[in-house]
């Protein structure tokens, strides 16, 4: 078996635990407004959240963006943060370039993204309203934020050189 979403699912969250825990007078954006939310939330953070596809659900009360981040003129209608989170929801765009450039877009200088995909997960399209696109290794993690600097990036896996998921830590001067 390639892949054990059990396993990975914790690591996320205990990597955005890690990065956020400090973070109490930081305003912070979770592009795609799932679980990540949650746990900031739940680490008493003033989370805001952007997501096109799922302001229908029942979720945690916080200021709303209903925005693409593919939208070219994304920086025009939502404000910079310190933090911008993009967690497990880079796959799911279907220009990946653009999405990472608006993710950057929406970092103040001095800030930065906080961002975790999957590697070797399995396909998962929503619906009608998402499809699952990418999947890059943390080198192709790097180069997709260039020129910014990607200051950590990490993967976990019980079977050598085979990610189960990235992140990354990526700096905006």
Known sequence: MLFNLDKWRPKIQEYITKHLVNQKDKTILDVGFGDSTGVALGLGLNVHAMDKNTFGK?????????????????????????????????????DLKLASQNIMKLVKPGGFALITMPCYLPWHPGGDYYGDYYRVMPTGLVKLFTPHRVIETIYHSELKDMPYGIGAIVYKK
């Open 58 to 94: 029942a979720l945690p009360e916080c200021v709303k963006y209903i925005e693409s981040i593919l939208d070219p003129d994304i920086d025009k209608k939502v404000p910079q943060y310190d933090i911008v989170m993009a967690c497990e929801m880079l796959e799911h765009c279907e």
